[in-house]
């Protein structure tokens, strides 16, 4: 079946530093791939996304590209800021099962000023 | 504003007393679905609905209901609520139409935090 492996947390970084958050998918075919964000007491938002192999979603500085030879979404940012501090989950959504996201655990990301 | 909301939003109750937590959308949405955030355990779906009237089982649908009398809603219903079902619930719409995206992408409500004692 569709599943989605990412990176255990917690990771602490120091403010500015480089950010990696591994995501791995099973996935027959071409799924959407997703990350979503969860800041605290908050739901969740979506991040960004990639709907095809090499394409790469965007969005706050966050940067991910669809990786179709090694089945990966890894989350990235340059200089991580002390507002960047919150849950990340990676998603998968697949036409086979298309009423659902199939989510990653997440991992909880701190970052010391 | 695309929004979707649920209420309430924070509920503490006791064993075996009936709630129902509400869920609405104003996108149009076919698609809905309930899902709890467990730690550790990322989030799992419940109960989702394709239509009015089309409901289906998730991942973990023992103890809860649902039902979609309109496209709009989908209240989920827990008939008589056990302590292993405290967590926090979020309720979500897509859409699979080309002219939404089509990439299932699904819109979260706030969620609800569910204490059963």
């Known amino acids: 079946g569709n599943s989605v492996t990412q990176m255990e947390g917690p990771v602490t970084l120091s403010e500015e530093a480089f950010l990696t958050i591994n995501c791995t998918y099973t996935?027959?075919?071409?799924?959407?791939l997703f990350w979503y964000v969860q800041y605290p007491g908050e739901g969740l938002q979506l991040l960004l996304k990639?709907?095809?192999?090499?394409d790469k979603g965007s969005n706050k500085g966050f940067e991910a590209t669809y990786r179709k030879e090694t089945t990966s979404f890894h989350l990235e940012k340059g200089s991580v800021q002390v507002s960047d501090s919150a849950v990340y989950f990676c998603a998968l959504s697949h036409y086979s099962s298309a009423s659902k996201i199939i989510f990653g655990s997440g991992t909880r990301l701190s970052i010391r000023p | 504003e695309a929004q979707v909301t649920q209420n309430p939003r924070y509920l503490i109750t006791v064993t075996g007393k009936k709630l129902t937590v509400t869920c609405s959308q104003n996108m149009n949405h076919e698609y809905m679905s309930w899902y709890r955030q467990d730690p550790g355990l990322g989030l799992r779906q419940i109960y989702y609905s394709m239509n009015v009237e089309v409901t289906d089982k998730g991942d973990v649908p023992e103890g809860y209901k649902v039902s979609r009398k309109e496209k709009r809603n989908f209240p989920l219903i827990l008939e008589s609520p056990s302590p292993n079902q405290t967590s926090l619930y979020f309720c979500?719409?897509?859409?699979?139409?080309?002219?939404?995206?089509?990439?299932?992408?699904?819109?979260f409500g706030p969620g609800t935090r569910l204490t059963v004692t």
């Open positions: 979500a719409s897509s859409s699979p139409r080309v002219s939404a995206g089509g990439t299932y992408e699904q819109y």
């Open positions: 996935a027959t075919g071409y799924p959407s």
């Open positions: 990639a709907t095809k192999a090499d």
